[in-house]
C-alpha cells in the first residue's frame, strides 16, 4: 500500500505540471495585468510602467517566465517554487502570496470543516431514514428537500438566508445571527463564551448555505447504498437468524452502505473548496475563495500558480485518501 | 430506528441550547459605552501607502483617512478648504512669471503639528514625500513607482527650513496646480513621516535605501499618524480599526473608536444594515434597489448625488470609415443623450445633468457649453442625415452607403454594466435610424481593449478631478497613450500642451476650453452625464457627510465624526 | 483512482441483454419509467417549460432588449404581465430569452461532455495498461485547471464576448472530464466479459467493440449522468454570471438575470423571484426526471456526483 501510495502521488506530478502549464498560458492571454496603471489618471510615467514590467517579469518571454515561476534561477529572489517563492503580485508591491494563502486556507477551513461534518451526519441520517422507508412520505419529503436544495443557485439562496437571519433577529429582538466577515476581530479579547456565541452568529448562516448542496448529493447517495446493502444476501441472512432489527442495521447494514459515502465524502473535499468560492463572496469571508476571485480579477497569474498548486494538490491527495479508504473498509479490494 | 430517533432529539436539544446561549449573550454588551462607527471601505486596499501604482486606490486612500495628513482637499459644496491644522498659513507662490525667473512656491507647516510619536512634522516630511512621489527616472529613488509624479517631476530643487519648504521648478516650467503636491489628491494622499525612515536605518539620500523605506510604508501597518487617529488594529483583507490619536494637537475627536470593514458585495449593504451590522458607506456603483431599499429602512439617511466619473462615447479614428469627420458628426449628432439619461436614471436620480463640456463642470467658473453649440446628443436623426447626404452618403433603404458600400457595420463596444450595457443598446438604435449598423460587443478587459484601439465606438468613463490641467493631454493630445482612437490635431495637441504648463489656473482653464471646442468639432468624444454615486448612513452617527470631489469620499472629515445626541 | 478493480457487481444482468431480448428489456425500462411519477410530472412540466422558452419568444410582443416604448420600472399587470426593468426591458420577454439561452447551454454542456466523456472513458477503460494511466491523466489536468480560470481567458479573448455557445463549451470542458472517470469505471469491470471477449474473437476492432458493445451497456449510468449534468450545468452558468463571467448583455440567461435582480428582492420582487423560481423548478425537474431514469435503467445503479 506504502508502495502504491507513492506511486499516486509521483503519478500527480506530471498531471500538476501540465495543468499549471494550460493554467499560465490562460492567464497570459486573458489580459494585460497593468492595464489599470495605464488608465491612471493622470497618466504614471512611462519609467514606473518599465519598473512595474519588471518587478512583474513581463519583459520576458511566457515560456522565460514559467520557467523563472518554477526555478527562480534568473529571477530577483522572489520567485521560484522549488526555492519556496510563489512570485510577485499584480495586485499591490507588497502583496504576499505564500502568506496570505496561509492565512486565507484557516479562514476557508473553518468554514468547509463545519459544513462537511454537518452535511456528512445529515446524509447518513437523511439517507438511512430515506432507504428504510423507501417511498414512504418520509422518502418522499426527504428527497424532494434534496433536489430543492440541489436546484437552488448558491448566490441566491444565499441572499435569501442573509434576509431570513435578519429577520429572525428583528423577531426576537437581539443581533442572533451575522450576515457579513468571519466575525475573527468580534471575537477578540472576548471570553471562551463569548468566543462561542460569537462563532456561533458569524457561522451559521454561510456554513447552513454550503452544507445543504452538499448535504444532498451526499444524502441520496447514502440512500442508494443503504437500499442495496437493505437488498443484499446477508442482511437477508442476518435477518433470517432472527437477529433484531436494530442490530442488523447497526451491525450490518450501515456499517457496509457507509463504505461508498466515505469515499465520496474525501473525493467532495475538493470540490467543496469550489464551493466556498460563491459562498464566501456573499458572506464576505476574506478565504481561498476571495483569493481566488481577486486573483482572476487583476490577472495576477503568479497567485492562481499557487491557488492552482494548492488546490490541485488537494483533489489529488483527495482522491488518493478516497482509494485507500476504500481499500481499508472494504476488504474485497487489493492494491497491487 | 430508536437511534436515530433519539439522535434526532439530541440535535434538537442541541440547537435549542445554542439559541438561548446567544440571545442571553446578546442583552449584555460589554462594549456598550464605547463611541464605535462601523464605516464600510468598499474594497480591499491592498497595500498600507497609497503611492504605489501598482495598488493604490480610492479604496487605500480611504482606510488612511484622518491617519495621513494633507494640506488641504475639496469640500462637498465644491470649494476648496486649506487644511489650517497643518498647515501655519496658506501656500505661498514665491514667483509665478516665468519671464521673472524659475516658478517658485512655499508650504510652512504648523508650528504644533506633530506625529503621534511626538517627533515634530518638518518640512524634511514633505521633501522626502516629493522623492518618493517622483518618477523613478527623476534619480531620488530606484524603486518607487508612484501612480502619478506629474507636478512632482516639474520639480528642480527643495529647500527644507525648519518648518517650510521652498520648492523650485525646472527652468520654463509652470504648474498651475502647485497647491495640490500634498492635498487629499496627490499621489500618497497628503505626506508621510521622514524620520522614520533614519529610524529603521534607512538614508534617504541613498536612492536605493529610499526604495527600501517606500516599500516599507506600503508593507508595514502604519502604528504612525499625522492626523487625529492612528490605526490600532487591522489587516490588509478584513478591516482595518482606528481610535484618537493622543498626540492631535487639533480639535478633540468625537468618537472612541472606527472600524473599518472591506465589503467588496454590495449585495449585502441593506441586510447587513438592517441588522445593525454598519453604520453607512459611500460605494463606488450606483445601484437603484440598493438605494431604494436602504431608503425603506427605518434609521437610514440617503443621498445622491453626483458623482465624478463621467461617461462618453468614444469613436475610434483609425477605422475606415470613422475617419470622416463628418460620419463622426452625424453619429453623435443621432446619439440622444436625453433619451439615455432618462433612462438610466430618471427615477432613481432626476436631478441628473448632461454633461456639455468634457473637463468643466457646469457649476465651474470654468464651464463653457461647447456641446450645446451643436446638434451632437440631440438624437435629430433629420440633422443626421443631412449632414450625411451633404458629405455624399446616401440613405439606400435602411443602409448607410458611401459610393454604393455599405458603411458599417461598427464595433459598439462597453465593459458588461447594467448602466453602460442600456446605454449602448440605445445608441444602437439610434444609428440603425440613420442606416447604420452597430453591433455590440462587451468588453472584460476595458483598459487592454482601449490600449489596443480594439473598437469603433466606445462607452466608457473617466474620473473627472477639480484638478484638470493635465486632463486634455492625457486625453487628446496625439503622442499621449491615453488618445486611444488617435485623434491627431496639431491645434488640439497645441492647446493641451499649453493647459498643462500655464502659470494660472485661468490660463489652464482657457486653453483646456480651447481644447474642448476642437475635439467637439472634430466630434471625437460625446460626454453623457456623469454617474450619480450615493451614500448612506445611520440616524446613529452625525456629522458624516458625503463628498464627491474627494477620493476620501464620506472619510474626508472623519475627524469630526460623532454620534448623534 | 484507477488501479482499483472494482467489486463485480451491475452489469453481471445486463450482459446477456446484448442478443435478443433487447426489446423486452427496453420496454421494460420504459414501463418502469412512466410508472415513476414524481419523473412523469417532471417531464410534463420540462415540456411545457420548454415550449415556453423557444416558442414563447415568437408569440409575444416584447423581446428581451431595450425598447423605447417601454416605461421603466413597472410592477407585473396589463401590457407587461410580469413588469417592466428600469432600463425597458419587458420582464416575461427577458425570462422566455433567459430560459432558452439556460437550456441550450444545459443541453449543450450535456451532449458535448456526455460524448466526449464516454469515447475518452471507454476507450481508456477497454485499453487499459500505459494508455489508461495517459488517458486518465490528461482527465486529471482538467479536472485541476480550475473552470474560472478558463472562463476569464476565454470570455476575455473571444470576438463578439462571451455568448451562450462559448459558456457552454467553456463548463463542458470543465466537466466532460467526470463523465470519462464514470464510463472508465463502468468499461473496467465490463471488459473482461464473455461478450467483449467473443467479439474480440471474433475479430471485431477496437472501436466497433466500444461503440457496438460497451458504450450500449454502459448506457444507464451514461443517460443519468448527462440528466443530471444539465442541472449542474445550469447552476454553473448561474454561478459564473455572479462572478461576472457568465453570458454577457444584451443577451441574458436566466442566471443572468438573477444575479441582476440580486438587491432587488424587497424593492422590485418582480424582477427578483420569477428567474430565481424558473430556474430552480428547471433544476428540481430534472433532477426527478434523472432519478426516475435510474430507478428504470438499473433499480440497484449508483453514480458519483460531485
Known sequence: MLVYTVRRLLGAVPVLVLASILTFVLIDVSGDPLADLRLQQPPPDPSVIQLQEERLYLDRSMAERYWLWVTGIGGNGDIGLLQGEF?????????????????????????????????????????????????????????????????????????????????????????????????????????????????????????????????????????????????????????????????????????????????????????????????????????????????????????????????????????LIADLLYGVLDPRIRYE | MHRSRKTLALAAAGTSAMMALTACAGGADPAEEVRQITWVINNVPSQWASTSGAGGSVYTVQMLSGVVPNTGTYLPNGEYEFNMDVLAEEPVLINGDLDEGPFQYSFTLHEDAVWNDGTPMTAEDLRVTVMMTASPSEGYCTTCDPRGSATEDMIDTMEVDGKTLTVTLKEGMADPEWTSLFDFASAGAGFYPSHLAEENGWDVEDPDQLGEFYTWLHDTRPEWSGGPFQIVDGDLTNQVVKEPNPEWWGAETQVDRIIHPFNTEEGTFVTAFANGEIDGANPAQYSEDVIL?????????????????????????????LADVELRRAIFTAIDRADIAERLYG????????????????????????????????????????????????????????????????????????????????????????????????????????????????????????????????FWHSESGSNFGSISNEDIDAAAEAANSAPTLDEAAEYSNEAVELVVQEAYVLPILADPNYFFASDRVAGIEDNLFSSFRATYNIGEWALAE | ????????????????????????????????????????????????????????????????????????????????????????????????????????????????????????????????????ALMMRVVDVFMIVPLLVMVAAISGTVRGGTTWWAVSLIIAVFSWAQIARVVRGVVLSLREQEFVEAARAAGASPWWIIVRHLLPNAAGPIIVAATLLIAVAILLEAGMSFLGFGIQLPDISLGRMIDDARTAATTRPWLFYPPGVLLVVICLTVNFIGDGLRDALDPRQTMERR
Open chain 2, 293 to 321: 431599499g436602504l431608503q425603506d429602512l427605518p434609521g437610514a439617511t440617503v443621498t445622491v448625488a453626483e458623482g465624478s466619473t463621467w461617461e462618453h462615447i468614444d469613436l475610434n479614428t483609425e477605422n475606415e470609415w
Open chain 2, 347 to 474: 427615477t432613481g436620480y432626476p436631478d441628473y445633468e448632461l454633461k456639455n463640456n468634457h473637463i468643466f463642470n457646469s457649476d465651474s467658473e470654468y464651464y463653457t457649453d461647447y456641446i450645446g453649440e451643436t446638434a451632437q446628443g440631440t438624437g435629430d436623426t433629420e440633422a443626421a442625415i443631412e449632414i450625411l447626404e451633404e458629405a455624399g452618403y446616401e440613405l439606400d433603404g435602411d443602409t448607410l452607403t458611401l459610393d454604393g458600400e455599405q458603411v458599417g457595420p461598427l464595433r459598439l463596444r462597453t465593459t458588461d454594466t447594467d448602466i453602460r450595457s442600456t446605454s449602448v443598446q440605445l445608441v444602437q438604435s439610434h444609428l440603425a435610424a440613420i442606416g447604420i449598423e452597430a453591433n455590440i460587443e462587451m468588453s472584460d478587459d476595458l483598459g487592454g481593449d482601449l490600449t489596443e484601439a480594439d473598437y469603433d465606438i466606445f462607452q466608457f468613463g473617466w474620473s473627472g478631478s477639480p484638478y484638470f490641467a493635465g486632463s486634455a493631454h492625457q
Open chain 3, 1 to 132: 483512482m484507477s488501479e482499483k478493480t472494482l467489486p463485480d457487481t451491475g452489469p453481471r444482468a445486463r450482459a446477456e441483454a446484448v442478443g435478443g431480448p433487447e426489446r423486452t428489456q427496453m420496454q421494460m425500462i420504459v414501463r418502469r419509467f412512466l410508472r415513476h411519477r414524481p419523473a412523469m410530472v417532471s417531464l410534463a412540466v420540462l415540456a411545457v417549460i420548454t415550449a415556453f422558452a423557444f416558442l414563447g419568444p415568437h408569440l409575444w410582443a416584447w423581446d428581451h432588449r431595450v425598447h423605447g416604448e417601454i416605461p421603466p420600472s413597472v410592477p407585473p399587470g396589463g401590457d407587461h404581465p410580469l413588469g417592466t426593468t428600469r432600463a425597458g426591458h419587458d420582464v416575461l420577454g427577458q425570462l422566455m430569452r433567459g430560459a432558452q439561452q439556460t437550456l441550450k447551454v444545459a443541453l449543450t454542456v450535456s451532449v458535448l461532455s456526455t460524448v466526449v466523456g464516454s469515447l475518452w472513458g471507454a476507450a481508456a477503460g477497454y485499453y487499459g495498461g500505459r494508455t489508461d
Open chain 1, 87 to 319: 512570485g510577485p503580485s499584480t495586485q499591490s508591491t507588497t502583496y504576499d502570496i505564500g502568506a496570505n494563502i496561509a492565512e486565507r486556507l484557516g479562514v476557508t477551513l473553518r468554514l468547509v470543516g463545519a459544513a462537511m461534518v454537518l452535511a456528512f451526519g445529515l446524509a447518513v441520517l437523511t439517507g438511512v431514514v430515506s432507504a428504510m422507508r423507501q417511498y414512504s412520505k418520509v422518502d418522499y419529503t426527504l428527497t424532494f428537500i434534496g433536489f430543492l436544495a440541489l436546484a437552488m443557485p448558491t448566490f441566491w439562496f444565499a441572499g435569501i438566508m442573509q434576509s431570513a437571519g435578519v429577520g429572525f433577529n428583528e423577531l426576537v429582538g437581539t443581533q442572533v445571527f451575522a450576515t457579513i466577515g468571519d466575525g475573527t476581530y468580534q471575537a477578540q479579547g472576548q471570553d471562551l463564551w463569548g468566543r462561542i456565541t460569537n462563532a456561533f452568529a458569524y457561522m451559521t448562516l454561510p456554513t447552513i448555505v454550503l452544507m445543504l448542496t452538499t448535504f444532498a448529493s451526499w444524502s441520496r447517495y447514502q440512500r442508494t447504498s443503504m437500499l442495496e446493502v437493505l437488498n443484499s444476501d446477508y442482511v437477508r441472512l442476518a435477518r433470517a437468524k432472527g437477529l433484531p432489527e436494530r442490530v442488523v442495521i447497526r451491525r450490518h447494514a450501515l456499517r457496509t452502505a457507509l463504505i461508498p459515502l466515505t469515499t465520496v465524502t474525501a473525493v467532495g473535499m475538493a470540490a467543496i473548496i469550489d464551493g466556498t468560492v460563491l459562498t464566501e463572496r456573499v458572506f464576505q469571508w476574506r478565504g481561498l475563495g476571495e483569493f481566488f476571485i481577486a486573483a482572476v480579477d487583476s490577472n495576477d497569474s503568479y497567485a492562481l500558480m499557487a491557488w492552482l498548486m494548492l488546490s490541485g494538490t488537494t483533489v489529488i491527495v483527495a482522491n
